[in-house]
Structure formats: C-alpha cells, structure tokens
C-alpha cells in the first residue's frame, strides 16, 4: 500500500497579490447571482457529531456538494458566474445586473447575441459549463481527456454540448480547447486554471466557488461554530483550493484557521512544489492514473498557488486508498450523523482525516498539523456518485486501489 506524503508549506512568502480575488465582497456579487437562480438552493453542511467523537475530535463538518443544482457537484458555480462576468463586460455592465431573468431574456439575446464558451473537463466543470450555456441561450464545446467514463460524457451531452472524448491528458485538452476558442469568432475559453495572460476569467470562477465557501462560513455560524480550527481541501489545479483558502484568509484575516491541501499521489504538483520549497511551480506531465478524476490535473493555477503559498499550512500527497476509505465512511455513517453520498474527489478528506486520527504510522503528522479533542474541521465533499459504476464497485464491492 502507498503511502501518504506530506511537507510543512516553507515556500517563501510573495506580496500576495492574489488574495484579493476572493475578497469578501466579490464572493457577496458571486452568490447574490447564484441565488438569482431559480434552481438554487444552500448544500447542506452535514454535522458528523457520532464520527468525531469515534475519531477523538470535537467536530466534523462536512459539506455536501451531491446537491448542487441538481448536477451532482460544485463546479456549476464557477462556470455559470464566469460566464455572467463575461456577458456583463462585452455589454459594459456590472455582474451584479446579471441576473438569472436577464440572461435568460430575450434583452439579452438582443443585446448580447450568442457566444461559443470552449472547456476541458474531466467532467464536472464540462457539466456545469454546459448547463449554463443551456440555461443561458449559448454554445458549449467541451473536451474530455482520455480514460473519461460514459456517463461523465452522456451528463455533458445531454445540455446540448458538443462534447469529445480526445486522446491526450487534461492540460493538453486544456490547450486544445484554448486554441479552439481563439480560433473561433466569439469562441472564450473557460478554464478553472490559469496562466501568463490568463487570469481574468479563472478569477471569476474561483470567486463563483466562493459560494460554497461563503454558504460553509454562514452554516457553521448556525451551528454554534465562530470559526473551524482546520480546513481540508483538496486540489487539482489549486482552484477550488485557493478558492476556499483565499475566502477563509479574508474571512478571518487574523487567525486563519490551519489548512491543509490534498492532491491525488499521481498528480501532486502543488505537493511537489512545496516540498521543493523555492516557490516556483513544479508540473506533473503525462498519464496520471488515479480513481480521483477531478484531481488528475498536472499543472497548477497561477492565481491559486499564490494564496496557496502565502497561506497555506500542509501539503499532502494522498494515494488512492485514502479517497477510497474516506468514501466507505461518509457512505456508512456513525449511527445518527447523515449519510454523505461522496465520489472519489470528494472524499479525500474524511479519508485523510480519519487515517491521521487512527493510524500511530502518521502521528507525525497529526502532531504538525494539531488534530486533537478541542479539532473542528470542515471539509468539501466536493461531488456525488458522478461515476455510479465506480462508486458501488468502491463501496459496495470493495475494489481495490492503491
């Protein structure tokens, strides 16, 4: 069996730049037009009381993006507000006008006409992309990278898309679907990564994630919570990541509480990256086999690693099998705490937490990181069963991973 690998963040600090991308304000704009939608609904933040105190914790918060908009994961919500961002510029406006009756009017269509919004995906983002053009009135073409399930691609397909499965890895997918998009009149490209000379779009996105983040602050404060003392988020490019660290920094500018990144062991650039400790980005190339799909990704975005090294705690390189474990726990819960239905990106987290708490093999790392009896972590369960097959094959039938 793998095992996990970590690093303390020792990367040099920068003038941090980036953290006010995910200003309080901005992240306010972003879930004023998310609840603008009339099929938006608050993810629940599921209480696991029955699980921390199995682990020795004194809280376990986990939320539950299964319900987001019905499509089963969290990504719609940076997709959907980076497109508003766009439509509100090519007009002159201010996205807080886009609102859900007015891109879906014909005003808009007047005034607006179509656009062609181009993705790489590995699913999730590709859905919610597509959706939202779908709602929207506008065009969707969506490139998935090789190894791709049916089901992922039958989601997408079925908002109207134009959708390929190609036979390279996600960053290069990511450049195809850039270079589509430039060579396409009225074609944009919106991608959850970021580089040199592309941040504008992807700073809209994270703050569209900022949804989740902001909704998780408010439910805590409803359950009696000021402030968690950890967080746990895991990371592909970093988006999601630098997303829900740069809110919290914000948020609680003076005691961030201690967070802690996790990526999939096959594709852990912003592991690789801390460990070097320099502060320049390493990249993961090539396949990336890992049954966390929507963490497969090799290249890391600008905007995200520059809060993440200014913020940051711990980096963590998880295996398969924590995903794996986490996703059997949240699956059968402790009697009386709610089930959370979490795909293989989704459950990193409990899986990362509950080894740490029960394993003497990482008491090193518990220690460094400071989980206790007095802990209150919150977590991002980021999708559902987005892949059925594979999720009953984990759960129900115990397959094996690394």
Excluded at 150 to 166: C, L, P
Excluded at 256 to 266: D, F, G, I, W, Y
Aim: net charge negative; hydrophobic share 40%.
């Amino acid at each position: 069996m793998d095992k996990i690998k970590w690093t303390a963040n020792r990367m040099p600090k920068t003038e941090d730049a980036q953290l006010p991308v995910m200003g309080l304000d901005k992240v306010a704009k972003a879930r004023a037009f998310h609840q603008s939608f009339p099929q938006y609904s608050q993810t629940p933040l599921a209480e696991l009381g029955g699980m921390a105190k199995e682990l020795g914790l004194k809280g376990l918060y986990v939320k539950d993006e299964s319900y987001r908009f019905g499509l089963n994961a969290f990504k719609v919500l940076g997709g959907s507000f980076a497109m508003a961002n766009y439509i509100a510029e090519s007009l002159g406006r201010d996205v807080s006008e886009m609102t859900y009756d007015y891109l879906t009017s014909q005003k808009l269509k007047d005034e607006f006409g179509q656009a062609v919004f181009f993705t790489a995906t590995d699913g999730n983002h590709g859905r919610g992309v597509a959706w939202a053009a779908n709602k929207l009135g506008q065009k969707a073409v969506v490139h998935m990278p090789k190894g791709s399930v049916q089901i992922r691609y039958d989601n997408i397909a079925k908002e109207g898309a134009q959708v390929t499965i190609e036979e390279v890895n996600y960053d290069d997918c990511v450049r195809m679907a850039a270079a589509e998009a430039e060579a396409t009149p009225r074609g944009v490209i919106v991608q959850d990564t970021a580089w040199e000379g592309y941040e504008k779009i992807p700073s809209w996105i994270m703050q569209g994630y900022g949804t989740m983040a902001s909704e998780a602050a408010a439910q805590l404060a409803q359950a009696g919570v000021e402030r968690p003392t950890h967080i746990f988020v895991q990371a592909g490019v970093g988006s999601l990541a630098g997303a829900v660290q740069g809110y919290f920094a914000n948020l609680f500018p003076d005691n961030c509480p201690t967070t802690v990144v996790m990526e999939a062991q096959a594709a852990d650039c912003l592991y690789r990256s801390a460990q070097a400790g320099d502060g320049s980005i390493r990249f993961v190339t090539g396949d990336m086999p890992t049954i966390m799909a929507g963490l497969a990704c090799g290249e890391p975005n600008t905007i995200g690693f520059d809060i993440l090294r200014n913020h940051t705690a711990f980096f963590v390189s998880c295996p398969d099998w924590v995903s794996a474990l986490g996703m059997r726990m949240l699956g059968a819960p402790v009697k009386g705490d709610p089930q959370v239905v979490s795909g293989e990106s989704g459950a990193v987290g409990m899986g990362l937490v509950a080894t740490l708490m029960t394993n003497p093999e990482y008491k090193e790392l518990r220690d460094a990181i400071g989980l206790d009896e007095n802990s209150v972590i919150l977590m991002f369960s980021t999708e559902g069963d987005t892949d059925p097959q594979n999720y009953r094959a984990i759960v129900w039938g115990g397959k094996q991973v690394n």
